[in-house]
């Protein structure tokens, strides 16, 4: 339920991060602007008293994080994989968000299990192990199976996990709609929008049986791929709370010592990150939109292993194109043809000027090909792009934050293992291969082909679809009526937030 009740709950997140004394470091690993600190620390101080206390044991970030829910939980296994944002020592700590969260207990598990498949978990499982595996939204056992001896990994749902995640997601919403009252020109950026995408994302997470057919789908784009390898999943024994795959041994992909001491080339793993990701997205416009060090393991061949398939991204073959367009353009430094490419999308709306765009491109761009290979980051570029687009009018597509959320993780993991992957070396060959492939005459022809095979199919129905279409064009918009209810809440919020400041300026005799 989306209401004002919300607002207590992000008046918690700032108070628990104060509580447990992780509001310090994370502005000081972000490294925020004076003002920005002073504001965090004098809004937040009158109500630490509020938040949670979290698990002691752990470092202040990862206490509060872990006990403000599985959304926050996200954001945190994000970071992880950006020691360039949030610097090594952090980026370290937050990595045990990724698969080493306090597990719920075997007995629930093993309800969970006979309960979706309709059997005592010894009469399917002649070993069952303790987790191996805990994260945000579920854990994961080791097991045998009782009729064939093979080893598998059983994954179970946290209890009450789709609750959780709701309330969590209620307050982000809340969040976005006072954010676009308050700031009518952060509706550009579409924050609901965008918050809409994630909780579609994590939704499907919540049905392993979504995550099942995801990697089934998976494996079979992916099969010829060299160095690269999934576990298959084992239909007879998953459901929506259960999922049961092939055991995937291997090395964890972020632990560099063991992968030295193994002999494998940390090197040669980044850029094979790097390029399977893009190969994915681009070739298939299905990829894994999770790929952190917690998710990825190595076999003693050499094969990257990846598993944990609960959030994918798929993209259209128009928006691959699109995208690869705007790659090769950076990476050839034809700023022109990127700028153009924006245009030809509706990226960037057509009154703009596409020279003036693309010298903004230019300098984007420049002083990133000017850096040697360990500052070179996606993160940085797309930071810089944000900030030209946004003078440009530029709205954000929800279509593409999932493809760049993982593209800015894939390069943190890549870089954890080597820091002088050079990213741009990396990704030319691939996207290059693309190009090839769909842009170019044979592309051409393929297009036409499948346009009137379409046509063929709707040919009849054409006529009355085009006229339905030019009617809702020429109907009158309703007029769009303030939200009171907004209103109301932004004042509340803003109440709230004075009457922190005046007591913190009360208890400091100021």
């Known amino acids: 339920m989306r209401g004002p009740h919300n607002i207590w709950r992000l008046i918690r997140t700032g108070a628990t991060f104060e509580r447990t004394g992780a509001m310090g470091q994370a502005l000081d690993a972000m490294e925020a602007p004076r003002a920005i600190r002073v504001a965090a620390r004098v809004l937040a101080w009158p109500f630490r008293w509020l938040g949670y206390k979290g698990d002691p044991d752990m470092p202040p970030v990862t206490r509060a994080i872990t006990a403000l829910g599985p959304a926050y939980i996200k954001f945190g296994q994000i970071l992880s994989t950006r020691p360039d944002v949030v610097g090594d020592e952090m980026a370290q ?3 045990v968000l990724q698969d080493k969260l306090p597990p719920f207990s075997i007995a629930e598990a093993q309800k969970s299990i006979a309960d979706e498949l309709g059997r005592p978990v010894d009469e399917v499982f002649s070993e069952f192990s303790d987790p ?47 954010i676009e009252f308050l700031s ?33 789908e998976f494996e079979a784009n992916t099969v010829s791929d060299e160095g690269f390898q999934l576990p298959q999943v084992r239909w007879g024994l998953s459901g929506r709370r259960v999922m049961t795959m092939d055991w995937a041994d291997g090395l964890p992909l972020g632990d560099n010592d063991a992968l030295d001491a193994a002999g494998h080339d940390r090197r040669a793993l980044g850029e094979r990150v790097l390029q399977l990701f893009l190969r994915h997205a681009l070739r298939d416009g299905f990829f894994h939109a999770d790929m952190h060090q917690g998710n990825l393991k190595v076999h003693a061949n050499g094969n990257i292993i990846a598993y944990d398939f609960g959030i994918m991204g798929h993209i259209d073959e128009y928006t691959r194109r699109v995208y690869a367009e705007i790659l090769f353009g950076f990476i050839r430094r034809d700023y ?26 230019r300098a984007v761009g420049e002083p990133i090909f000017g850096m040697d290979a360990s500052h070179i980051s996606m993160g940085r570029l797309l930071n810089y792009l944000f900030d030209v687009t946004e003078r440009f009018g530029m709205e954000t597509r929800t279509e593409l934050i999932l493809l760049q959320r993982t593209m800015v993780v894939v390069e943190g993991v890549a870089r954890s293992l080597h820091p002088e992957v050079n990213i741009w070396e990396v990704a030319k060959p691939v996207v290059e291969d693309y190009i090839k492939q769909s842009i170019g005459p044979r592309a051409i022809l393929g297009d036409l082909a499948k346009t009137a095979a379409v046509l063929g199919r709707f040919g009849p129905r054409l006529p009355g679809l085009v006229e339905a279409a030019l009617i809702r064009q020429s109907e009158v918009p309703e007029e769009v009526r303030p939200n009171r209810w907004m209103g109301r809440a932004a004042w509340l919020t803003s109440g709230v937030v004075a009457g922190g400041v005046l007591s913190y300026l009360l208890a400091h005799g100021l």
């Open 93 to 95: 700590q937050l990595r």
């Open 184 to 216: 009518p020109a952060s509706r550009r950026l579409r924050p609901r929008d965008v918050i809409e995408h994630f909780e579609g994302v994590v939704k499907g997470e919540l049905d392993l049986r979504l995550e099942s057919a995801s990697a089934s």
């Open 336 to 361: 022109k043809r990127v700028a153009e490419v924006h245009f030809e999308a509706g990226y960037v709306p057509a009154t703009q000027d596409v020279d003036e765009f693309a010298r903004a491109l």
């Open 132 to 178: 191996v595996a805990a994260a945000s939204i579920a854990q994961v056992h080791r097991a045998r199976r009782a009729d064939t001896g093979e080893e598998v990994a059983v994954k179970v749902l946290r209890p009450g996990i789709e609750r959780a995640f709701q309330r969590d997601i209620d307050a982000f919403y809340f969040a976005a709609d006072v």
